[in-house]
């Protein structure tokens, strides 16, 4: 009987003790979890020269996004969160954009980015609706590996949003290898600043931990404001 008891209580012990480190665990991968969503400090802003820029050129508040066409959250960040942005910042010439080409999904990606920075170069005036229209053409719900972008799809998708549209000149640039010096631009940024997923959202030289998280946005414009 005195035996059976000291067993319990052993057991209620050990029972107390695996509680404890669990919390313990618990504690500590929430706080890890915290510090992973907190903004970080990049050593200074991304240059944005060269880049498509809509709004105030010159605004002491840049807001630049690491986006790439083939990404389902770039895309979905284009809905959900820009509209915001730009009525509240960049319409009201309170911030600038800019957009830098982020390669991560391979050879669609890259014609996508290479489209863009052609008609960038070519027809700067149309650059935003272009690159709108892309992602409207990125399929809803997409998986990153379905095939979408092709030279037909990104044809498509300039003849609309380019009435002037030259055909001939715009699908030889758009193979051409001195295209690539602007995609090679966009990289050196991506290494720069460690880019590892997209979108990343930089607001002058902050890094904004969830790109989703419009108040937190806010805040951080409205910090670098004063
Ligand atoms: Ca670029």
Known sequence: MHKKNKLSRSLVIYTLVIIVILV???VINQKENNMEKSNQKAAEAPSISGQPIAGQEGSSISIVEFGDYKCPSCKAWGEQVWPQIKQEYIDTGIASFAYVNTLFHGEESKLAAQASEVVYMNYPERFWDFHNAL???????????????????ILEVAQVTIPELNTETFMQDLTDNSIQEQLNQDQLLVSQFNISQT???????TVIANPFDYNEIRKVIEQESD
């Open 24 to 26: 313990a665990i618990f």
């Open 199 to 205: 979108p990343t959202i930089i607001i002058n030289n």
């Open 135 to 153: 992602f409207d053409e990125q399929p809803q719900a997409s998986l990153h590996d379905d095939l979408w972008v092709t030279e037909e799809k």
